[in-house]
Every structure is written in structure tokens, then in C-alpha cells.
């Protein structure tokens, strides 16, 4: 078995009072995409930081391509990430060309493969320009750039599609698949939801420091027991009065079937001929992070309760 890129072994970090994050284990692979999700404040950033080493855990073990990254003996390793903060932030008065070059040199890059970099994010016709002259997608896509320097090994994204429209969110997930079947690996956090779901391999939910779930979409969707819609079409109303449907049908007229029953409903609907097309929808990522979000309210809710 391969060493992981990432090892996060019980690991948890505090400030002064508040548990950043408790007891967390992870193991990232190469060329894996991990979607990190949870409301502000549930501990990815603290996460991140651990990862790139600008802080250290208070317990447990924080390992990335075999080293610990806060040690001073990790120059070479960190020089093989790539980080996008949440709020990207630059030197106003130089030109996104003087920006980028003055990253890519950090890492022993070359000016041609900053400009590379530029035309690659879409605004290599504003190099010339301050920056304080760019509007907030730009910065974004500058922002991006810098974290691409060098094919990194290790991709960490911070709310990487804030501030972009919808044709360069596009593009940013096909850069990312890209690094991806290069080998980087990516821990990608975000709050937009729609679109992320085929870009992972795996989703990790947390809230409150905690881990609340870990897997990829199908094994979350299967452990939640979130049911399948099926919306069959040429029934004309018929659903209702088939005694192996009728208690799948749902207020909208059409069915609502866990998991477990979803080909048993499937073989029986196209076995009709007078079926003329069907939709089949899983819960999608923000159902299933909704659902485990949920179950973490209720859980503390009941805890509340015990302890009055």
C-alpha cells in the first residue's frame, strides 16, 4: 500500500478553550480529490493550517508525503503545495504579472511559466494591469494561479470558486480534474455545493471540530438510508392503483423508494408498455450534507436536554 499524502492520526487542536478540532483521522491517496465541507467555524481552515504546517496539532500525528509539516526540515515538501486562502490578498500596486512571477520565483519558477499560468485562469490580457484594478473574480482567478505554481502535489482550496461566474467555475474544476490525473492530490472546501459532487472522490463532513462523516457520496448516501425519486412519465396516473407502487408514491405524484427497493421499482416500471420515459435522482451532495448536519443538531439537542 502506498503512503498516504496526507495522515491525520486523532488529531486535535485547541484555542485556549474551544476545541478547534477533536480527534480527526484522515488518509488522503495520490490523485484523490476530497471535498471538506461544514458550516464557518466547524474547523476546515484549522484543518489547512495544520496540513501546510503553520500550526501544529495539540494531540495526535499530522503527516504529509511522510513528513511532519511543521518541522523547519520541511522547506522542500511545502515547496510541492499549492494553498488558496479563503480571502486572497496582494500587492495592490503591481501588475498580476508582478505578482505571479514574484510566487513563482518563491518556488524556482520561471516568468514564462507565471505568464503560462495567466493564460491558463483566463486573464493573461490584464498581466499588465495593477492589481487594485481587478474586480474580485479576477483576483480569484489570480489567486488560483498562485496555487497552481509548480504542478503542486498537494492542492489545498479554500472557497476557490467565491467571487467566480460560471463559465470560470467551470474551468477551475477542469483544472482541477487535470492535476488530478497528473497525480496531485486536493482537499477542496467549499460552501457551493451544486457542481462539486463529480469532481470528488470523497466528501468529509465535520461540524464543531468533530468528524460527522467520511466516504464517497454513494457509501454517505447508502449509510443515511436517503431514498432514490423516481419520476416515471406515460402512467397516466396509474401509480396509485399498482399494489407493488402505490406506497412509493409521493405528494407529487411520484415515487419516493429507499435504496434497497430502487431495482425491484425500476424492473417493474419498464416491464409496463405503456412507460414512455423515466428520471432517476439519488440525493444529491447537499441532500446528504443537509441529512448528516441534521443528525449532529439533534444528537447535541439531545445532549443539551440530558444534561439540564
Known amino acids: 500500500m502506498k503512503t ?15 476545541q478547534a478540532l477533536s480527534a480527526i483521522n484522515l488518509q488522503l491517496a495520490q490523485g484523490e480529490v476530497l471535498g471538506l465541507f461544514g458550516h464557518n467555524g466547524a474547523g476546515k481552515t484549522t484543518m489547512m493550517k495544520l496540513i501546510l504546517g503553520v500550526i501544529s496539532a495539540d494531540a495526535g500525528d499530522v503527516t504529509v508525503m511522510g513528513m511532519k509539516p511543521d518541522n523547519k526540515a520541511a522547506w522542500h515538501m511545502r515547496a510541492k503545495m499549492g494553498y488558496l486562502p479563503e480571502n486572497v ?33 483566463g486573464i493573461a490580457h490584464a498581466m499588465g494591469r495593477q492589481v487594485k484594478t481587478y474586480s474580485k473574480g479576477m483576483r480569484q482567478r489570480l489567486g488560483l494561479a498562485q496555487a497552481f505554481i509548480g504542478e503542486p502535489k498537494l492542492l489545498l482550496l479554500d472557497e476557490p470558486t467565491v467571487g467566480l461566474d460560471p463559465s470560470a467555475t467551470a474551468e477551475f474544476y477542469q483544472s482541477v480534474d487535470q492535476l488530478k490525473t497528473q497525480g ?125
Not at 5 to 14: D, F, H, R, T
Not at 91 to 111: D, N, P
Open 4 to 18: 498516504p499524502v496526507v495522515s491525520l492520526e486523532n488529531v486535535s487542536k485547541n484555542y485556549n478553550r474551544l
Open 89 to 121: 490578498m496582494f500587492y495592490e500596486q503591481l501588475t498580476g504579472l508582478e505578482v505571479l512571477t514574484y510566487f513563482a520565483r518563491l518556488k524556482g519558477q520561471s516568468k514564462t511559466h507565471a505568464k503560462a499560468l495567466l493564460e491558463q485562469v
Open 184 to 308: 496531485t492530490s486536493v482537499v477542496l472546501c467549499s460552501h457551493v455545493l451544486p457542481g462539486v459532487e463529480q469532481h470528488i472522490d470523497r466528501a468529509m463532513i465535520i461540524s464543531g471540530g468533530n468528524t460527522l462523516a467520511l466516504g464517497t457520496i454513494a457509501e454517505l448516501r447508502a449509510q443515511a438510508s436517503l431514498p432514490t425519486q423516481i419520476k416515471p412519465k406515460g402512467l397516466n396516473g396509474t401509480l396509485q392503483q399498482d399494489p407493488i407502487l402505490t406506497s412509493y408514491v409521493n405528494s407529487t405524484g411520484d415515487l419516493t423508494v429507499p435504496e434497497q427497493d430502487k431495482l425491484k421499482v425500476l424492473r417493474h416500471l419498464v416491464a409496463d408498455e405503456s412507460l414512455s420515459d423515466i428520471t432517476v435522482e439519488s440525493a444529491n451532495l447537499e441532500q446528504v450534507y443537509q441529512y448528516y448536519l441534521a443528525q449532529a443538531e439533534q444528537m447535541q439537542t439531545n445532549n443539551n436536554k440530558a444534561g439540564a
